[in-house]
């Protein structure tokens, strides 16, 4: 194994557990970092050319579903970390896992290209010394999907004379004091940068073409909501939505716009004597009619957003709701979406990014779902194009050819991308489970285990893909669903996860033997773990969801390669602690709603 030397591409939470599982495999792998430390977006960057968190930004995850696998988060975090808090703790984990002496900080990979003879790939990096080729057998690419700013067209530009930004390049409010500023977009940044501005700006305008659900981080009771989705509960809801989602999509829908509402109306300000009927009827209203924030786009498509401020900002007239940008129309002035007119001294464009796959040109893209076959690098070219064409002709958006949204197949013995899956789940766990399961299928690979569970002594099979053939099958399963949904609406989020076979392949090349021991409610696995170890089933089915538990079941005893990552010895008492200590937080702060 030592001798498969590998390049982890970035530094955040992806390349970080990368880096780190793959040594614990035994692989000789070296991370490099374009910033000057761990933590990618969530560590604060001066550069406005790097995605950085700000200093105002909160974790969109509790700390009671949060934290590695094998390093808890520190209990003295509030409930939802701040956001260097949460770089603090990715650079704690780094130290701890000895990972300082094997990365390369200030050193930005340019493109990564297979070598003449087909049998290595070249890595171009730069830094202070200048360019360089290194060689190396294997890359995981965890570069993160925030990199790449996407601008709306805007044939207008030149006619503008105030500021026009990215949220890439934001930083701070006070370079917008006292002006009239628009900002676009209603995600999770742009709301997060109008509640910056709104005690700055002479005016504040927010523009928005689509509606968007909204939610609390937390329920009516004052705890936080991911909390009360339970391992058992999620598999529930994965199967259910894996076989019926007519049924379970809406439902899905209605719940978390139900709870819009709900927290609307807790953020009212009217009389004490108004039922809570009237306050509920109020926020609808509000919401529906003069924030035009409902119907959104389905829970299918993408997430909510995630915000406790934004309404009762709205609620004070702190922010205007304006319709989506459209062009700029002269000096000072911006076109919307309705042919009104506003006057701004700046826009602020929270309108998203692209994920660059064209550091490796050779990634083939497309293939399926009424696009040709082609690789990054001639998509990188139509997209420029299209970005000159009259933005009514909306082109198709180009997509990875990635199985599982990880491997592409042509490659998957070398290649492994951690960047494009959007999961349902905290994604700092999803990253270090996938890099678990690419670090078991590389292992699995490289010691040339054979599959049959006989040829290994009746252990755990070893984690092979399937052939190229069966690969390309499921993506081009994937692009097609993934387009019929694109086709119905335009907001489903690239490298959206299919839920159910997705955690199922992590878990099962991860070995982490969880589904062998609880699964959902309908599958009857579960009751050996209630009836043996009533405490740890507990634990498990009824707490927050963390990922404590991959470490805990032995599933590879012998330590065959490829068969099962390594447990922690600490792995019970950490989820003990995480159980009792969410359990202490919900008694107290339901005491402090009592009173």
């Not at 829908?253 to 004490?272: C, G, Y």
């Not at 459209?326 to 911006?334: I, M, S």
């Amino acid at each position: 194994m030592e001798n498969n030397k590998i390049a982890v591409v970035g530094l955040g939470p992806a390349g970080l557990t990368a880096l780190k599982s793959l040594r614990e495999e035994g692989f000789d792998a070296i991370g490099f970092e374009r910033r000057d430390g761990f933590g990618g977006l969530w560590a604060f960057s001066g550069n406005t050319s790097f995605t950085s968190a700000l200093d105002e930004t909160i974790c969109n995850v509790s700390k009671f579903v949060s934290g590695f696998s094998d390093f808890p988060i520190d209990k003295d975090y509030p409930p939802y970390p701040t956001s260097r808090q949460v770089a603090a703790y990715f650079d704690s984990y780094a130290q701890h896992s000895d990972l300082l002496e094997h990365v390369r900080f200030n050193t930005t990979v340019k493109r990564v290209i297979r070598n003449t003879s087909g049998s290595a790939w070249d890595v171009h990096v730069t830094n202070s010394d200048g360019e360089t080729v290194l060689s190396f057998d294997k890359v995981v690419f965890g570069h993160g999907c925030e990199s790449v700013p996407i601008w709306p067209p805007m044939p207008n530009r030149n006619k503008f004379m105030g500021t026009i930004m990215h949220s890439q390049a934001y930083r701070s409010p006070e370079l917008f004091q006292d002006k009239r500023v628009l900002v676009v977009g209603i995600g999770n940044t742009a709301c997060e940068i109008a509640l910056a501005l709104r005690r700055q700006t002479a005016k504040l305008y927010q523009g928005y073409r689509r509606r968007r659900i909204m939610v609390s981080r937390y329920l009516d009771n004052g705890i936080p909501m991911d909390t009360q989705l339970s391992w058992p509960t999620m598999r529930l809801k994965y199967f259910l939505d894996d076989q019926l989602p007519w049924l379970m999509i809406p439902l899905a829908d209605r719940m978390l716009t139900n709870k819009m509402i709900s927290d609307a109306a807790r953020a009212e300000p009217v009389d004490s004597g108004v039922s809570r009927n009237e306050r509920l009827e109020r926020a609808g209203r509000g919401i529906r009619e003069d924030w035009r924030l409902l119907p959104g786009p389905s829970l299918a498509h993408t997430h909510p957003a995630v915000q406790e401020d934004s309404i009762p900002a709205l609620h004070a007239g702190d922010i205007i709701p304006v319709q989506g940008f459209k062009d700029f129309a002269g000096d000072y002035r911006v076109l919307l979406q309705d042919d009104t007119i506003i006057e701004v001294d700046a826009v602020i464009f929270c309108t998203g990014y692209d994920l660059d796959f064209s550091i490796m040109p050779e990634m083939d893209m497309d293939g399926a779902g009424g696009l040709p076959p082609q690789t990054a690098g001639d998509a990188l070219m139509d997209r420029e194009d299209v970005g000159k064409m009259n933005q009514k002709h909306k082109s198709k958006p180009h997509l990875p050819r990635l199985f599982q949204m990880i491997f592409p197949p042509r490659w998957a013995s070398s290649i492994a991308f951690l960047s494009w899956m959007a999961p349902q789940e905290n994604v700092w766990c999803v990253c270090e489970l996938a890099s678990m399961a690419v670090a078991q299928i590389w292992a699995a690979d490289a010691a040339g285990s054979v599959v049959e569970r006989s040829h290994v002594g009746g252990d755990r099979s070893p984690a092979l893909l399937p052939s190229v053939d069966e690969m390309n099958a499921q993506v081009d399963a994937y692009h097609t669903w993934w387009r019929g949904e694109w086709q119905q609406n335009n907001s489903i989020r690239s490298g959206y996860v299919r839920a159910y076979s997705f955690y199922r392949f992590l878990h099962d090349a991860a070995g982490t033997g969880l589904y062998d021991n609880l699964d959902h409610m309908f599958s009857c696995r579960g009751w050996g773990l209630w009836w043996y170890d009533r405490e740890l089933w507990t634990w498990l089915a009824k707490g927050p969801m963390n990922s404590y538990s991959w470490r805990l079941f032995e599933t590879n005893p012998k330590e065959i390669p490829g068969c099962g990552r390594k447990t922690w010895a600490g792995a019970r008492k950490a989820l003990r602690e995480s159980y009792e200590e969410y359990e202490g937080f919900r008694r107290q702060t339901e005491a402090r709603q009592r009173q």
